[in-house]
């Protein structure tokens, strides 16, 4: 299956070595909206170019779809901290962190972007999209109690709970002092003290007047949840933009590919096994079986591929609003 697969990559090479793509690099008029709506435009692409790009468009719409999601669960959780739209949460938790494989995927791919793939201290702290959506190990003490020491963590110091200072306490003097992305609300909502069936009840009520934001640990618990679901959303959105918009900057690059570099990149993503992703799911194997669906999928457009240049305009990539 993969000699033909390969057989037929080079076919498409030869059959489109004369197309050059001529897809506008044009900012959107709106930026703010490409957060909540990704449109893609139209573009004449070689027919090896079309499979991909069509797989890119399809994940970014699972990927913004579930942290949306996430983020209204987790905001549904807060209202109502009861023990079973804390477990929606988590489920929902688990549902969009696993299309983070998608995105691993493609870091097989030989693009770069200064400002999303480099951790940066001078001149202004800058940690990478990847830091901030998915960094691990971490060390759950530094965010919140643990067994043998209840005031640990951010939850039970005076900081302010906000974007700015999660970003400053992020990595701040060890790799593992992760405050940031999938794996710190992951830790945040199961906790390590109790029973994950128990830990609804550290979670305060939100609106709240009768406490203390710096003070008392289970509202500050519930507005760390908040800002790390609003965090996750955001920079999805900000990484599937680089990939999955014409003014995007990994989809600028791939567009630049000569027809051998296409052959490749595709190549390459074929040949990708699970042990080749820097992917981390403590929770069994469901993210990672994703990466054979997902190859398979590659596989069953590329044999589709038409033999001419696909200049069929690609749809409107949204997802639903997320709460403020």
């Known amino acids: 299956m993969k000699k033909a697969l390969l057989a037929l990559l080079t076919t498409l090479v030869l059959g489109a070595c004369s197309d050059q793509s001529d897809e506008p690099n044009t900012p959107s008029s709106n930026g703010a909206s490409t957060q909540r709506a990704i449109t893609t435009a139209p573009a004449a692409q070689t027919p090896q170019r079309a499979p991909l790009i069509q797989l890119i468009e399809e994940q970014a719409q699972a990927s913004i779809a579930a942290v949306a999601a996430l983020r209204q669960h987790v905001s549904a959780f807060i209202r109502q901290p ?17 299309t983070m494989v998608f995105w691993y995927w493609l870091r097989a791919l030989p693009v770069h972007d200064s400002t999303l793939d480099e951790n940066r201290i001078e001149p202004t702290l800058q940690h990478s999209i990847w830091s901030r959506l998915d960094k691990y190990p971490l060390i759950p003490g530094y965010l919140d109690s643990v067994p043998g020491y209840p005031l640990s963590g951010l939850v039970n110091s005076e900081r302010p709970i906000d974007i700015e200072t999660l970003e400053q306490e992020h990595q701040f003097s060890d790799e593992a002092y992760v405050t940031l992305g999938f794996h710190a609300l992951e830790a945040l909502l199961k906790g390590a003290n109790q029973e994950e069936s128990e830990r609804a009840k550290d979670f305060a009520t939100l609106p709240n007047t009768q406490l203390d934001p710096l003070r008392d640990a289970s509202m500050r618990r519930s507005l760390y949840a908040l800002a790390l679901a609003k965090q996750i959303d955001e920079d999805m959105n900000t990484l599937v933009t680089a990939w999955a918009t014409p003014s995007g900057s990994y989809r600028q690059q791939l567009l630049l590919f000569t027809q051998e570099q296409w052959q490749a990149a595709l190549t390459k993503l074929l040949d990708t096994e699970n042990s080749d992703l820097n992917f981390h799911h403590k929770d069994g194997t469901a993210g990672l079986n994703q990466l054979s669906t997902l190859r398979e999928r590659l596989q069953t457009l590329l044999l589709k591929a038409p033999a001419t240049p696909d200049t069929t305009p690609t749809s409107d990539i949204a997802s639903p609003e997320s709460p403020e």
């Not at 009861?82 to 949460?89: E, G, I, K, R």
């Open 82 to 98: 009861t023990q079973a739209m804390h477990d929606q949460a988590l489920a929902a938790w688990h549902a969009s962190h696993d």
